[in-house]
């Protein structure tokens, strides 16, 4: 019964994606001949439209394999992830990405959900750390990877609820820190952080618009949109990935899934959205 | 009179006290530093300077960008001191090749190697510029009848080349990349990017 209300209405989501691509069309054309200011409405009523019908969001479909793949026994160990501890307890869900990042005391060191997934896809299934790591995202029209559809799902599991993550561990409150000293760092040839797009409010480039992440109220609007589906590049994209597609535009190399860096920028960006409600997969233009 | 001094004391204070709160970086720069080489593990040698700051970025994210008046000064009198001029004191090229620059967003990312074309300036990521044009970003502020606002003088010529060239050595912590002093951009192409800004035939001006 489950399923099959799932089939239909991933169906009707496919059937949606197509209606919305005609409209991104025509709002394309008409764009051109627009003023600024009803360039961005237009923007926005796309928005709104995309958001109307919950269903039409792609995005559950990879909730849906996330879930699947986390109740599988895969790797070489042959074993789901029920038991991998989120933070509120081995195999517990829900509830348990608006807690994250936080401190880990089997691995000793603070960890996003997308890291946290990874390291019980080590410790518990066997898979190997630099095959993981080697290329974890995946390319504009391919699906999100394995590991970013167990992120969607879990983080799904948390819809409705708000970012709380903890505080109390000097690791936890270093990571904050760390992540909002990142946020200003000038670095590469561009001379680019990311404050240099995200400091401001209602800016854009070109005509995508820019949440100003150094301000708590905006950055509660949009951190629980992710992982978010992408309609531009027709899949989902996790937070660890959104970072590292910034760092991409920034002009700096590769950075790696789970890194102290991207954990901390996370760490920042939620404390910053602290309060701010989980709604995953998000849609983005 | 000493109500007065009291209200300017406190006032001052306080001052002083948000300066010093929004300039102190959170942690240590050299630990974010550590943290950043470790991040990027499978950058090339040639890309590591990439993961180092020079003095103006370092003093610009240590100042969240908001540099008092003295640093400001300071980074402004070392940008300028990294500015090369084209050898033949002419600085406006060809504003329709400048036009296509400021049109591409291409260049250093790493999916850009081994380069298919030459770096672009992305001007319209951030600025407007032309009519005809609507697709343009709002960082920076709105270049459209650029020169014409400047009826065209020598001396904005000059300064649109030093804009480009290096951002900060006219507006210290200037969010615009430093074209020319980081080699984003040739003499050459910045001198087209002039054209497109300070010719009267330049979409720019009409």
């Known amino acids: 019964m489950g399923g099959q209300f799932t089939e239909e209405a991933s169906v009707k989501g496919v059937l949606k994606i197509f209606a919305i691509g005609g409209v991104t069309l025509a709002l394309s054309a008409a764009v051109l001949a627009q003023s600024d200011e009803e360039t961005e409405k237009a923007v926005e009523k796309y928005r709104q439209m995309l958001k109307q019908d919950p269903w039409s969001n792609p995005g559950l479909l990879d909730v849906d394999r996330g879930e699947e793949l986390w109740k599988t026994p895969r790797g070489p160990n042959k074993v789901s992830l029920e038991k991998c501890d989120l933070g509120l307890g081995a195999g517990k869900i829900e509830g348990a990405y608006a807690q994250l990042p936080r401190y880990f005391a089997d691995a000793d060191r603070v960890m996003d959900a997308e890291t946290r997934i990874m390291w019980c896809m080590e410790k518990l299934q066997g898979f190997n750390h630099a095959d993981l790591i080697k290329r974890p995202y995946p390319g504009g029209g391919q699906p999100v990877k394995e590991l970013g559809a167990i992120a969607t799902f879990v983080a ?110 996370t760490a920042f960006l939620v404390n910053q959205a602290k309060g701010g409600e989980i709604n995953a997969p998000g849609l983005k233009r | 009179m000493h109500l007065t001094s009291i209200v300017i004391a406190v006032a001052t204070a306080t001052l002083t006290a948000t300066a010093a709160l929004a300039q102190q970086p959170a942690v240590d720069p050299a630990r974010a530093d550590a943290a950043i080489k470790a991040a990027f593990p499978t950058a090339p040698a040639d890309w590591q300077p990439r993961l180092v700051p020079d003095t103006t970025m370092r003093e610009c994210s240590a100042s969240r960008n908001n540099p008092s008046k003295a640093l ?135």
Not at chain 1, 190 to 197: G, N, Y
Not at chain 1, 231 to 244: I, P
Request: overall charge positive; glycine content about 8%; hydrophobic content about 35%.
């Open chain 1, 156 to 265: 799904n599991k948390s819809n409705g609820q708000r970012f709380a993550a903890k505080t109390d561990h000097a690791k936890e409150k270093d990571a904050i820190a760390l992540g909002e000293t990142l946020f200003y760092r000038r670095s590469g040839p561009f001379d680019f952080a990311c404050v240099t797009c995200h400091g401001t409010e209602g800016q854009r480039i070109r005509l995508q618009g820019l949440p100003h992440l150094a301000a708590p109220k905006e950055a509660a609007k949009v951190v629980g949109e992710w992982p978010a589906y992408r309609v531009s590049s027709t899949h989902v994209m996790t937070l660890q990935h959104r970072l590292y597609d910034c760092y991409w535009q920034m002009r700096m190399p590769e950075l790696e899934m789970g890194s102290e860096v991207s954990v901390a920028l």
């Open chain 2, 72 to 206: 400001a000064g300071e980074i402004q009198k070392r940008d300028q001191g990294a500015i090369e001029y084209p050898a033949d004191g002419n600085f406006m090229g060809d504003w329709k090749k400048g036009e296509a620059l400021a049109q591409s967003g291409y260049g250093l990312r790493f999916t850009d190697y081994p380069p298919r074309t030459v770096n672009g300036g992305n001007c319209y990521a951030c600025h407007q510029l032309t009519k005809a044009e609507v697709s343009y970003g709002t960082i920076g502020p709105s270049l459209l009848g650029y020169g014409k606002l400047r009826e065209f003088k020598a001396a904005d010529v000059k300064a649109a080349y030093e804009k480009i060239y290096d951002s900060q050595a006219a507006f210290a912590c200037s969010n615009m990349p430093r074209f020319g002093t980081n080699k984003v951009l040739t003499i050459e192409q910045i001198k087209d990017l002039v054209a497109l800004l300070m010719s009267p035939d330049s979409p720019v001006n009409k």
